[in-house]
T-cell receptor, first 112, second 118 residues
Framework: GDSVTQMEGPVTLSEEAFLTINCTYTATGYPSLFWYVQYPGEGLQLLLKATKADDKGSNKGFEATYRKETTSFHLEKGSVQVSDSAVYFCALQYNQGGKLIFGQGTELSVKP | GAVVSQHPSWVICKSGTSVKIECRSLDFQATTMFWYRQFPKQSLMLMATSNEGSKATYEQGVEKDKFLINHASLTLSTLTVTSAHPEDSSFYIC??????????????FGPGTRLTVL
């Protein structure tokens, strides 16, 4: 079945370090891909998305490129801040209105 | 932006009792709300899709008689865990969907409810 796999956390980085959180997916079709972020005590928020192969989603300095050949959607940021500390979820969705299938989440902790 | 609230944020109950969790969209109307369950270090698993004014659609393996969902208005959905047992202890998260031609399909998530059954 369809699934999403993320790298295990927690990921601990120093401020201004480069961030990569790996996400790979298994899908029978061509889903849209998403990254959600959950800050402590808050609900999940959509961070970025890509709807087709080779699309790049970007927001708040974060980027992810939809790679069909490697079935991946890795999240990157060039210079993390303490305020980026959160749990990040990768997800896929087949069509508008379809259900979201989430990865297990990756906790990021950024130290000053 | 759109805000979704959940109440309570944390609840402890005795085995055999029922617990109701509320999910509200505070500044928008949502024809569809979703209920998820999350175990520690694991994914959010969709439990059911709730459409206002109609019966919820449950995912395979979710007991509809145990997890009662009511979506009586465009801003409120409730999840009632009936005859709760310790294995029902989990983090329950709701989301509300806005779907219009400009913004496409976006789900806004509540902060979650931690249920502990003793």
């Amino acid at each position: 079945g369809d699934s999403v796999t993320q790298m295990e956390g927690p990921v601990t980085l120093s401020e201004e370090a480069f961030l990569t959180i790996n996400c790979t997916y298994t899908a029978t079709g061509y889903p849209s891909l998403f990254w959600y972020v959950q800050y402590p005590g808050e609900g999940l928020q959509l961070l970025l998305k890509a709807t087709k192969a080779d699309d790049k989603g970007s927001n708040k300095g974060f980027e992810a490129t939809y790679r069909k050949e490697t079935t991946s959607f890795h999240l990157e940021k060039g210079s993390v801040q303490v305020s980026d500390s959160a749990v990040y979820f990768c997800a896929l969705q087949y069509n508008q209105g379809g259900k979201l299938i989430f990865g297990q989440g990756t906790e990021l902790s950024v130290k000053p | 932006g759109a805000v979704v609230s959940q109440h309570p944020s944390w609840v402890i109950c005795k085995s055999g009792t029922s617990v109701k969790i509320e999910c509200r969209s505070l500044d928008f109307q949502a024809t569809t709300m979703f209920w998820y369950r999350q175990f520690p270090k694991q994914s959010l698993m969709l439990m059911a899709t709730s459409n206002e004014g109609s019966k919820a659609t449950y995912e395979q393996g979710v007991e509809k008689d145990k997890f009662l969902i009511n979506h009586a208005s465009l801003t409120l959905s409730t999840l009632t865990v009936t005859s709760a047992h310790p294995e029902d202890s989990s983090f329950y998260i709701c989301s509300a969907r806005i779907w219009d031609r400009e913004s496409t399909d976006t789900q806004y998530f509540g902060p979650g409810t931690r249920l502990t059954v003793l």
